[in-house]
């Protein structure tokens, strides 16, 4: 084993060289530090008992769709319905056959990842007009109705 080095002392000399630092702490600041308190059941449920429970009435609202729950314009809300729709439908179809994600890209000419995509949900990486074209691949017709808002 080598020598054993006082550790406070060493530790200027590796600051240049990216080494770590000791904290250092006025008596004043070290003062004023609050205690640590214990870990463990007993510390938890003294914890536990002192804090007060505030219960404010539930709000319950009402939304159209999960995409205007979160937020979205209603222009964005359609998009993202239009689109989750869609894709859902081609999942379904996928899953019906039991293609691999290889077969699948090669009967939707997209590539592999992107059926991966399709199966995992990630709506943001597809347009409209390539889930119609994915379809259309699979010998499909997408039809869209227009109805009062």
Not at 16 to 24: E, K, P, Q
Not at 64 to 85: C, H
Request: with cysteine.
């Amino acid at each position: 084993m080598g020598r054993i080095r006082n550790v406070s002392s060493d530790l200027p000399r590796e600051v240049g060289r990216g080494g770590v630092r000791a904290a250092r702490l006025s008596k004043k600041d070290a003062a004023d530090k609050p205690k640590r308190s214990r870990v463990g059941a007993r510390a938890t449920r003294t914890a536990n008992e002192r804090v007060k429970v505030v219960e404010e009435p539930l709000v319950i609202e009402e939304f159209e769709s999960v995409w205007d729950a979160l937020g979205f314009s209603p222009q964005e809300a359609a998009n993202l319905q239009a689109r989750s729709k869609l894709m859902l439908q081609l999942r379904t179809i996928i899953r019906e056959h039991g293609w691999t994600q290889v077969v699948a890209a090669k009967r939707c000419g997209v590539s592999q990842s992107w059926i991966n995509d399709l199966l995992r949900g990630k709506i943001d990486k597809f347009s409209i007009d390539a889930l119609i074209n994915m379809a259309t691949a699979l010998g499909r017709r997408v039809d869209f109705e227009l109805k009062a808002a």
